[in-house]
């Protein structure tokens, strides 16, 4: 029997003993970068995401992004959703906005891009009644500015994750939109919206997708069922008893199920699919419907948003 002492192993962080442990490494914050056209409801749009709870800050220099998500990330879980306001006020300093969402990308931060949009005649009205000039007016008018902004947009509204259009929205409607995208504590993997159109009516400019059904036989000329709309069963009925309905329902489902595992796997939250006929009334209403089921059916997310339909 040895009178030795057992040896022992002290496992250590290398630190001095007495010495207070190591800080958490820190986590980062998600980041909402808002931008879009002067007069289109960033401000708006910012002031919701405050009220919800984020930290916002306006007209942020793009240099400072990062350096902004970095101070966050030190805040110990006090700064854990951040908006910025970047837009053509930056003037100079929109230029870095590329750099630094790069810088971004390779610091892993969760970032979402929201852009705000609205037709030319929209805009002007808005400038017209606060009596202000466009940032980017210069000394020409309201429609150069606008057409000057929009091409300095153009890149990032392509990316952005999330596009509104506002020409048709009050104040009250855009605050119930970034509501419903932002509003809840478990945020889904893709949220899509589906909206019925009329094409008389022009194209929605915030879809990504858009599919036309005007090659079905149009209900408004069956005298009996030109006063209902597409969320009936008697027009539905009609709809997908024409030859070709069923087929697209199904093949245009397949097709999405492949492009939103793609938009889930690239870390998309958001999708607009938009299905058109003549007046938004009809087929478009009924098509829209249904495939909003089928989405539904599939772990999405959807909403339906019928645009145009009473407007006949």
């Known amino acids: 029997m040895s009178d030795q002492t057992p040896e022992t192993t002290t496992v250590t962080d290398g630190r001095e003993p007495g010495l207070a442990p190591l800080p958490e490494e820190p986590t980062l914050p998600e980041l909402v970068i808002i931008s879009g056209m002067s007069g289109a409801g960033r401000s708006t749009a910012a002031k919701c995401l405050e009220d919800l709870g984020w930290f916002v800050v306006d007209n942020l220099p793009p240099a400072l992004i990062t350096t902004m998500v970095e101070l966050g990330a030190r ?60 940032p980017l007016q210069g000394e020409g008018r309201i429609v150069d500015g606008i057409a000057a902004e929009r091409d300095l947009l153009r890149e990032l509204r392509g990316d952005a994750d999330l596009v509104i259009d506002t020409s048709s929205l009050n104040v009250h409607e855009l605050r119930a939109k970034m509501n419903a995208h932002f509003t809840g504590n478990d945020e889904p993997e893709l949220r899509a919206t589906v909206m019925s159109f009329g094409f008389k009516y022009g194209l929605p400019v915030d879809a990504d997708h858009v599919a036309d059904v005007r090659f079905l036989p149009n209900p408004h000329w069956v005298p009996e069922l030109r006063p209902y709309t597409g969320t009936s069963e008697q027009v539905a009925g009609y709809v997908f008893d024409q030859p070709g309905a069923k087929d697209f329902l199904e093949r245009y489902a397949e097709l999405l199920e492949l492009i939103t595992a793609g938009y889930k796997r690239e870390g998309k939250r958001w999708v607009t699919i938009a299905i058109g006929c003549t007046g938004g009334k009809h087929r478009s209403v009924a098509m829209s419907e249904r495939l909003a089921r089928r989405l539904s059916a599939a772990g999405v997310e959807t909403s339906v948003v019928h645009r145009d339909m009473g407007r006949e």
Do not use: C, K, W, Y
């Not at 906005?97 to 931060?109: F, H, K, N, P």
């Open 75 to 134: 805040s110990q879980g006090n700064v854990a959703r951040i908006a910025v306001v970047v837009d053509v006020r930056g003037r100079g300093f929109f230029d870095s906005l590329r750099e630094s969402l790069a810088d971004l990308t390779a610091m892993g931060v969760t970032r979402r891009t929201v852009f705000l949009e609205a037709s030319d005649n929209a805009l002007v009205q808005r400038f017209e009644s606060v009596r202000r000039p466009h």
